[in-house]
């Protein structure tokens, strides 16, 4: 049975219009999403804008997930940081905030070796808490192949890998070459993942659309294809700007438009161009009109 089963939202960070964290936002962001349905939340990630925090401003949204999760699901905090010293730090932090696990990058500031990667996930591990192991090459430099997370895998902590290559074939040589679970982490595989075997979605669309997203995931589960069919395809168009690197000001857009607004960006992310938003909004238009 995996550790981390079903819909995790990767959380936006909501912001006032002075670019300043608004807590209460947050917080009840966390109450609608899992009153909604979601399985788990995910703080402190890319979507959430991390690297534009303080250390302050990181660890209050930390607590703040936790203390609206109430133990209602768990929290997933991602930890990605310049050093490993830096990572661990925030590992320790989770665990001492009550966080059930971590998604965690492999260095990110540069093409490590083999070696250092391992060493990397090794402090992780040591500190105690369950690790999602984040593979993001398209965004970052090291591409965590099935051939490695098979080595990482022998650390007791590390139960997962988040798969966000957007090769389905990477879910099938995972289970087949390693012990870890998969979490697939593009949405534009949100169906086709867990027909293939992948027990988690760390997602970013569900931040405004929550139940259509678990809908479709337990659907794919279930192996429910033809249930599901019409329904992603409604979606998928959303989807996709997920895997795209205007993620952020797109899946904030799609919150105004579902009456939960989560604020502006914080640079250097600004505002996209109105013919941009105007296309997500035909697209949020006919997934929900499609699934209402």
Known sequence: ?????????ALVTPFTETYEVDYKRLHELCNWLVENGVHGLVPSGSLGEYATFTREERAKIIDT??????????????????????????VEYSKDAGAEGVMALPPINYNPLENEVIA???ALNRVGLPIIAYNNPRDY?????PDLLSK????????????????????????????????????????EGPLM??????????????????ELFNLGREGKVKEAMEMYRNLLPLMHYDANPQLVQSIKYM????GQPAGPTRPPRLPLSDNYYAKIKKDYERAVGANS
Not at 65 to 87: D, Y
Not at 141 to 145: K, M
């Open 197 to 214: 075997g992948a027990t988690g979605w760390i997602s970013g669309v569900p931040n405004a659309l929550p139940k259509e997203g678990v």
């Open 152 to 191: 990482l895998s022998k650390f007791k902590n590390i139960v997962g890998v988040k798969e966000f290559t957007g090769d389905i074939r990477r879910v099938h040589d995972i289970l087949d070459q390693t012990n870890l679970e998969v979490m697939i982490g593009v949405d534009d595989l949100a169906l």
């Open 255 to 258: 919150m105004e438009l579902a």
């Open 65 to 90: 997930v936790v203390e609206a999760a109430a133990g209602r699901v768990p929290v997933m905090v991602g930890t990605a940081a310049p050093s490993t010293k830096q990572a661990v730090e925030w």
């Open 1 to 9: 049975m995996a550790r981390f089963e079903g819909v995790y939202v």
């Open 141 to 145: 430099p090291t591409d965590l192949t």
């Open 120 to 122: 990397h996930y090794e």
